[in-house]
């Protein structure tokens, strides 16, 4: 390959929480390893691989000019997104005036449902759900309701049509959070299911805020989807949330942006967006979304899904021929794997708290799949050297998943 996805990065001391926020008191984090364990990052979020050179070199370049003031958006940020959809979603008539900057994703989903919503009105989102989401929801007065994916007779997560029919028309339900590819469950939606989830949200007038940060890292064999092209009414009715932070690893610089077509919605989101004076662009952000979408990015996250690819068939096929009561669909889009953990705790007389501790005392740092509404289950980050998960799995073997 072109770029290095085999080096192991030392993030002690940079500032990581993946590593330097082990024990944290008080923060929920994991523990950090016992003595003799190095730690192996595979719980928040984020890779351990080095970002496609161009983004330092983009904000090493603008850094070296002394000032730093106030400024604009400049024309080559615009026109970076614009080709990365194009290129990357074949998305058509995209324009300026549909982009919008946001601190986060999880910000421009509460922009847009105090657009939507009322205080304490009721959101539909299907579970396992993200962390985030069920934070965010609540700090800000709404209220959850879930809608359960299931497993089909293929091992693949499905969007249940009839149960979220149900609870649209019981909870007179009028926006969803949608999350496209989903996380923790890692499904790239095809067309004809996102197709009728839209008719289902047209039907009772449901207004969509998608989540589609993950966008980019769709496994070999799968496409992303975007949401607004199933259909003009899907277009008009739907706030999309993108960023390069999950696809380059950018997530402490900060930086996201929405596409809005809808000009009613889109002045609005944006007046809500603006409201804590606080929702302004970065200089150096910009430079790193530039420089992540420049040609060399494009071959980087090419390359980036093949290593992705390879991560997930390892791991999947190790739970497969190990673990025998430890379940996993494997996922076809993010870096995540949400592993079910219940029949191998019941047949071996262990509960979900005893199993993620004996992880983390041997340097495997997995999260509490419960966080996420799974009852018994882990959630594992595989955006790291494939050595790494190599030695996580064979740690496993020798120190949790034990007979």
Not at 370 to 375: D, S, V, W
């Amino acid at each position: 390959m072109k770029y290095d996805f085999t080096s192991i990065i030392d993030r002690h001391g940079k500032d990581a929480i993946a590593v330097d926020g082990l024990g944290m008191p008080g923060s929920g984090f994991p523990d950090a390893p016992k003595e003799g364990f190095d730690p192996i990052p595979m719980w928040v979020a984020d890779m351990n691989f080095p970002v496609v050179p161009t983004v330092p070199e983009a904000m090493i370049e603008r850094a070296k000019h002394p000032a730093y003031g106030y400024f604009s958006p400049r024309k080559e940020y615009y026109d970076s997104i614009i080709k990365w959809q194009e290129t990357r979603n074949k998305v058509q008539g995209l324009t300026p005036e549909h982009i919008g900057y946001e601190n986060g994703v999880l910000g421009g989903v509460i922009s847009a449902l105090n657009v939507f919503c009322s205080k304490g009105d009721k959101v539909l989102l299907h579970s396992p759900t993200y962390l985030g989401f069920t934070q965010c929801l609540h700090n800000n007065g709404y209220d959850m309701i879930l809608s359960p994916l299931k497993k089909d007779e293929d091992n693949v997560w499905r969007m249940d049509f009839q149960d979220m029919e149900k609870k649209i028309a019981e909870n007179k339900i009028h926006a969803a959070v949608f999350c496209s590819p989903h996380n923790p469950c890692g499904r790239v939606w095809e067309r004809w299911e996102l197709e009728k989830a839209m008719e289902l949200f047209k039907k009772y007038d449901v207004y969509v805020v998608s989540d589609e940060i993950w966008s980019d890292l769709t496994l070999e064999g799968y496409y992303h989807i975007p949401t607004q092209s199933v259909n003009e009414d899907a277009r008009m009715r739907t706030v999309a949330l993108y960023a390069p932070s999950k696809t380059f690893n950018l997530a402490g610089l900060v930086g996201s942006y929405h596409i809005i077509y809808n000009s009613w919605i889109r002045e609005r989101v944006e007046k809500e967006s603006s409201l804590s004076h606080y929702n302004s662009m970065n200089v150096l952000s910009m430079y790193a979304l530039i420089g992540a979408y420049k040609p060399e990015g494009y071959e980087w996250a090419d390359e980036l899904r093949k290593v992705l690819t390879e991560n997930v068939a390892y791991a999947c096929e190790y739970i497969k021929e190990h673990f025998k009561g430890v379940k996993v669909s494997r996922p076809q889009g993010t870096y995540m794997l949400f592993v079910d953990c219940e029949e191998w705790c019941r047949d071996h007389g262990k509960t979900i708290d005893e199993v993620i501790k004996a992880g983390w005392d041997v340097g495997v740092i997995w999260q509490d799949g419960r966080q996420f509404h799974g009852n018994c289950h882990v959630r594992i980050n595989l955006a790291l050297p494939l050595s790494r998960v190599k030695e996580a799995f064979d740690r496993m073997s020798r120190y949790v998943f034990v007979d």
